[in-house]
């Protein structure tokens, strides 16, 4: 998979994909992530990409004609799956919007800056808009960089056996239950009895138990979306 994120910001996308699982998918060749700064495209001498808004009071706006040109240079280079910005008005992402776009082969994640974006963007260029949550950063960078690890955490040959995305809280709709790891006794402070009984059955029982008390007291909503 490809995808190419453009920003006005690069230097706050260089860490996440520098470092663990993200930075191993790109070693491998399992996920092709290419930064691209905005104001490269951008005619002005100061290499401005943002304006005055129509309105008054309504702040700086990113301009429409350089991201146009970026976009269109990378289409003209490969056919993209979706063209998708990161905005706070937008839906909110979920495991299974993460599942979908891991089966895509090729993805522009347009991140947001200023007071907004000139809506003809998102008219006329934008596929897909998603929101990471209910709240607003300065910026769509972070949000671009959680989307892109929910999703290349998927990829096959991405992750372990042990770390297998098929276990995660989300797949099945419930919550991952507890883990422990050594010492079964720290201060008194025991681990389960059960998962020390090498039952392999009972242990599974009562995951599945652990996992939908905790679903059921921290997320109810997610019992009712099943
Ligand atoms: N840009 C600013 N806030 C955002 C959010 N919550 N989700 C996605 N992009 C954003």
New binding site residues.
């Given amino acids: 998979m490809r995808i190419d994120i453009l920003t006005v910001v690069p230097e706050l996308l260089e860490s996440p994909f520098n470092h663990s699982i993200l930075k191993r998918a790109k070693d491998k060749g399992l996920a092709d992530i290419h930064i691209h700064n905005i104001r490269d495209w951008s005619s002005d001498k100061h290499k401005r990409v943002d304006d005055y808004a129509f309105s008054k009071g309504a702040g700086m706006v990113m301009s429409i004609e350089p991201i146009d040109k970026a976009i269109s240079e990378l289409k003209s280079q490969r056919i993209y799956d979706e063209v998708i910005f990161?905005?706070?008005d937008?839906r909110v992402f979920t495991q299974r919007d993460a599942n979908q776009l891991s089966l895509k082969t090729n993805l522009i994640l347009l991140c947001?800056h200023y007071k907004g974006i000139d809506q003809r963007v998102r008219d006329h260029l934008v596929t897909l808009e998603?929101?990471?949550?209910?709240?607003?950063?300065?910026?769509?960078e972070l949000?671009a960089a959680i989307v892109s690890d929910a999703i290349v955490r998927l990829l096959p040959g991405v992750l372990s056996d042990e770390t297998s995305a098929l276990t995660d809280s989300f797949q099945d709709g419930l919550l991952t239950p507890p883990v422990y790891t050594r010492p079964a006794d720290y201060k008194g402070w025991k681990v389960p009895d059960i998962l020390l009984s090498g039952n392999d059955l009972l242990i599974d029982d009562w995951k599945h138990d652990q996992a939908y008390e905790r679903t059921k007291s921290i997320r109810p909503d997610l019992l009712n979306n099943k």
Avoid at 130 to 140: K, W
């Fill in positions: 990161l905005t706070p937008a947001g998603i929101s990471i949550g209910d709240y607003v950063l300065t910026g769509g949000a």
